[in-house]
Structures are given as structure tokens and as C-alpha cells.
């Protein structure tokens, strides 16, 4: 029901060898699917979610640490700006998402569509005199 759609993945920051991927779980409870991001270090006022038709886009800023008196020695965690793009399938309701973000990983709850949802089919049983008749 979540693809992942990423074809424009695109690390803006300073020119490097290695690429940022904002690393993703999605898994289903019941009638709610849960897509995780990781997002260590993020503030939460530079996170953005949008959902435009099925394309739910999620954009993080990791800024780098202005201090005049560091001096870097090793420089491995990435800045910039980091996108992630998943299509919703048709199943799950991009209008009802909810989002969470605690301890550096956003949460975010999709639920399912009322047509797409299991539901239980009645058996009606005919008697014996109407299937002789």
C-alpha cells in the first residue's frame, strides 16, 4: 500500500562522495499504516510533510553547527536539505495522516481508506424445502 517513490533524491548541501538517505521503516497495525523516518538532529520547525493527490513528499534541514572557535577534525554527519518522496497507494487515506516526531524518528499514521478496510461477508443459509422446490 506505501511505494517508495524517490526519483529526484537530491542531498543539497556542499559537494560530497557520499549520499544522505533519510532511512525509513513502514509496517501496518490493524487498519493504520506506520511510516517511520529518521531524522537524528533535526529541529522539529525544520521538518515539512506534504501530501499532494498520492505523493507524500517529507523534508528535513540538518543545519551545521556555526561556532567560530570549532575546528573539525572528522566531518561525518551530513547538512543540507534531505527529501523523501513515497507514493500512497490508492488504499490509504492521505487526508487523515497524523504525525509524530520524538527522540530523532518522525512517526506517521495513514490510515486506511473505509472501502479498502476487511470486512466480513454474511452467509445466508437456505433450508432443504427450498433448494428440493
Known sequence: MIYRFDPFFEAHSRPTT??????ADAYRVDDTFYLE??????????????????????????????DEDRT??????????????FFLGD???GDGIEASYENGVLTLAIPVN?????RKIAITA??????ES
Do not use: C, M, Q, W
Open 18 to 23: 557520499r549520499r544522505y538517505f533519510l532511512a
Open 37 to 66: 523516518v529518521d531524522a537524528p538532529g533535526v529541529e522539529l520547525e525544520n521538518v515539512d510533510i506534504e501530501v499532494e493527490k498520492k505523493h507524500l513528499t517529507v523534508t528535513v534541514e540538518r543545519r551545521e553547527l556555526a
Open 72 to 85: 573539525d577534525i572528522v566531518r561525518g554527519r551530513p547538512t543540507g536539505t534531505f527529501v523523501r518522496r
Open 91 to 93: 488504499g490509504l487515506d
Open 114 to 118: 473505509e472501502d479498502s478496510k476487511a
Open 126 to 131: 437456505k433450508s432443504t424445502a427450498e433448494i
